[in-house]
């Protein structure tokens, strides 16, 4: 490796920030942002490793953008709109073509900044003797008035989720059972590529009681929303929206059935609203290519609860989810 | 290890962070920040790594109170004071006492929350197959009229340093070649615990024609600002201020006298001034504990130089200097 942490900055990240505020080009010993009057600030940080939430030899340009968009889905939980990130890049001492690697990765970058609207403001870039690891802290910027939190959620409450869940983690059961990911290569993609759902959001945030986006799982992120909300909840099993790709998998792997329970990394939205945004959010659904399904209701047990066809509970407690 | 992540956050972070805006006790996907009108923000990233940057044994509470500090002596440079950070800690999977390493890091976060006045305002906890890896971004508001500048230095400028200089090094090289840590315990605390120059900064900088922390050595930092201003650099090596420490060590390591020059990690202000600011610095040195030390002046030929006694340029080329 004859090229230094420098090198690298100067010729694949420097291109990715702005020339003026708040980055310079990367000159300064940090960014400097004037904030517009009367917009709050939004911070989210996320980290990925090598050998936990990515494979070292995945292709780094999707490693990258999956890196910025699990940042973008924490922003997009909050309503707020991308403005800019701060990249810190650990690589591996041994890593033979670490230039390569790193082409491809701010390439990846490159791509969904254009995308999503926002610039490279700073960060650092070291040497690791352990895995690649990639921490991003991702700021937006968000309308005061509209309150996106978890605490909100009322009894009676409808529960919400936006698109399809279990994809991201049937796809990375797709790659781990060495299954033909040809034949599930929407569930793969799904796996590299979460979709934040940003526009979506902003829509909606104004006429929910709480919403954040599902990483840790269906259950136990409605569990999350329970606890700061001090409420319950009930959800119907076969309410739970799924894609076409995941009902052929499980035609054939009936034990990934779960995986849009508990499997987590689906960055969908995940939201509760009053009776009396029932249309407006109906709406929306018919309007968007991304649905939202009403998958429940909040009550006031203080407790979560899956029911199945016949009203009876199932039991998830022993998959992962974290009683409250 | 039977704590789990979830447990880590809820018992030791969650205290850190305030239970209103703009981090709700880290109960959101992200944090949210009402700006004050006309205050700038100031974002800088810096990332640590068991085994490069600290030791994987070190005392948790000196190596977050390091973390926290090297990302405001970034903020420092700007001159812009602490508000918030966003922590992203790798924890290695085979740490066997987890919980009681959390604890103590924790415990040096809050005694430098208070010491410099910020808080936490989000972040991430993962597990690692590699050492222990500490991200913080550190968040300051500054006032626009500032300019904290690396791009500024005119010809005929002097340089000037805070501080004294190679100490943190120094202090590195008596752990790393086994001496007397007693006897050299001035240099290992300031390898342990740099001082980020917050109120030496703001105070300075409306002064100043440049400004910078010095954290990858004397020589390569005056490159730095050099490079940026289109300038070059004479420095007078008699001039550079070492502490009675470093010179002790120097009576028996000839070796490391270098250290002063290229050590790095020392988190002094590096600036430079027109001889108006004269008086003024003069008088804040005066006034200050920590003192301020013309070392040089800025030149318009394109390069740095080291001088020694006689005048005569000395070769730093070959000691990790960086042409440009």
Redesign the interface.
Known sequence: MTVSE?DLIEKYFKPLSPSGE?A?SL?????????Q?G???????????A???FFENDNPELVARKALRVNLS??A??A?EPK?Y???L?LPSDMSDREGWVAKFAEGLKQDQEHFGLKL????T??????T?I?I?A??E?D?TVA????GAQTGDDIYVSGTLGDSAAGLAVINDNLDKKAFSFLVDRYYLPQPRINLAKEVAPHVTSI??ISDGLISDVSHICR?SAVGATIEAKKIPVSEAFGNLLATKAEYSDLCLHGGDDYELLFTANAKSDQFLSDVSGESSVKLTKIGKITDDREVKLLNDEGIEIDTKDKGF?HF
Chains 1, 2 share one sequence.
């Open positions: 420098f708040p310079f000159s300064n010993d940090a960014a400097i942002f004037e904030p009057t917009i709050n600030l939004v911070y989210t940080m996320d980290t990925l490793v050998g936990v939430h924490d922003l939980a909050m707020s800019g701060l990249l810190s650990a403001w700073g960060g650092d070291v040497s690791t003797g352990g895995p690891t921490s802290t700021i937006g968000s005061p996106a939190i978890r605490s954040m986006d700061q974290r």
